[in-house]
């Protein structure tokens, strides 16, 4: 059990560019989770995968986020067009499935400017 | 919409002494109820996870569920300086995911 991981840790970007995050989940765990968290407040849900398929997907989340996991095994999150609102930490999870517990990474911090 | 709210405090302790922390949820079909704790700019790491009404223990800390009340609490004995962080209630049912609160802020002092 290695952990989740996610990459880079730290994104800083320019408004309007296009950022891609990685996250590695625990590599039995079917289920990734996508969650943003800004200061102050508990982590928002984004989206979820089990294995390749996406299951669920905020209703919050603007077009301009995208998420995949091609394989069932890493998973992408990208954000087009950044804007100033997207600086947060998104913090990857993963699961076994079923009511188990998430198991979070380190989180990659983005700050656009 | 689905809800957990949360005190966003701080509570305030002095070391030694026993915190109390509470959750309530506003979805009454919720199965799966945890506790993370996380500290300032790290990861939420999971402390208990509570499944079934009553008390559960390990170590320090109980949690405490009532689903007729949709309450779910956390109290953390002989509270240590350590302990200070934010504290996560989330909820879901299976199948669906995890909602957190906004988290409590525990301040334990020496």
């Known amino acids: 059990d290695t952990g989740v991981s996610q990459d880079p840790r730290h994104k800083i970007t320019k408004r309007g560019q296009n950022v891609t995050f990685r996250c590695d989940p625990i590599?039995?765990?079917?289920?990734l989770y996508w969650y943003r968290q800004t200061l102050g407040q508990g982590p928002e849900f984004l989206t979820y995968?089990?294995?390749?398929?996406?299951?669920?997907k905020s209703r919050l989340l603007s077009d301009r986020f995208s998420a995949e996991r091609p394989k069932g095994s890493f998973s992408t999150l990208e954000i087009q067009r950044t804007e100033q609102g997207d600086s947060a930490m998104y913090l990857c999870?993963?699961?076994?499935?079923?009511?188990?517990?998430?198991?979070f990474g380190n989180g990659t911090r983005l700050t656009v400017t | 919409q689905k809800e957990v709210e949360q005190n966003s405090g701080p509570l305030s302790v002095p070391e030694g002494a026993i915190a109390s922390l509470n959750c309530t949820y506003s979805?009454?079909?919720?199965?799966?109820f945890f506790w993370y704790r996380q500290y300032s700019g790290k990861s939420p790491e999971l402390i208990m996870s509570i499944y079934s009404n009553g008390d559960k223990e390990d170590g320090r800390f109980t949690a405490q569920l009532n689903k007729a009340s949709q309450y779910v609490s956390l109290l953390i004995r002989d509270s240590q300086p350590s302990d200070s962080a934010t504290y996560l209630c989330a909820v879901n049912q299976a199948g669906t995911a995890l909602i957190f609160g906004k988290g409590t802020t525990l301040s334990v002092s020496s």
């Open positions: 995968f089990q294995n390749e398929a996406q299951l669920e």
């Open positions: 999870a993963s699961q076994t499935g079923g009511d188990s517990p998430l198991h």
């Open positions: 979805d009454r079909v919720s199965q799966s």
């Open positions: 590599s039995e765990h079917n289920r």
